[in-house]
């Protein structure tokens, strides 16, 4: 059974950083598009990030660009998301979530494998 596992998530003041995990077990993972999103409360699921294996390639929502990094590391099953320059709007449950395919995909229904979430919160 093919399970998404979130870490690294907490408190931060605004201006602050942290740097989530997601670690896939029971999935052949180089090939598939890793992602994430993020749900705030009474709001719908955002795209966040996107990366691809095949040439690294990323993609951003453009709320976060040029303040988030994602990256991965295939011999750990493992995406990254660097947040850096956190604000109170980034207050939220982080998902990463797994797509097969190479196509940058940004809409949550394009994404067959989802983690359980972790929780962000930015304090101003």
């Known amino acids: 059974q093919v399970q998404l596992v979130e870490s690294g998530g907490g408190l931060v003041q605004a201006g602050g950083s942290l740097r989530l995990s997601c670690t896939a077990s029971?999935?052949?993972?180089?090939?598939?598009?890793m992602g994430w999103f993020r749900q705030a409360p009474g709001k719908e699921r955002e795209f966040v990030a996107a990366?691809?294996?095949?040439?690294?390639?990323?993609y951003y929502a453009d709320s976060v660009k040029g303040r988030f990094t994602i990256s991965r590391d295939n011999a750990k099953n493992t995406v990254y998301l660097q947040m850096n320059s956190l604000k109170p709007e980034d207050t939220a449950v982080y998902y990463c979530?797994?797509?097969?395919?190479?196509?940058?995909?940004?809409?949550?229904?394009?994404?067959?494998?989802w983690g359980q979430g972790t929780q962000v919160t930015v304090s101003s």
């Open positions: 029971a999935l052949p993972f180089s090939p598939y598009l």
């Open positions: 990366i691809r294996s095949s040439d690294g390639s990323t």
């Open positions: 979530a797994a797509a097969q395919g190479i196509v940058l995909r940004t809409r949550s229904y394009e994404y067959a494998y």
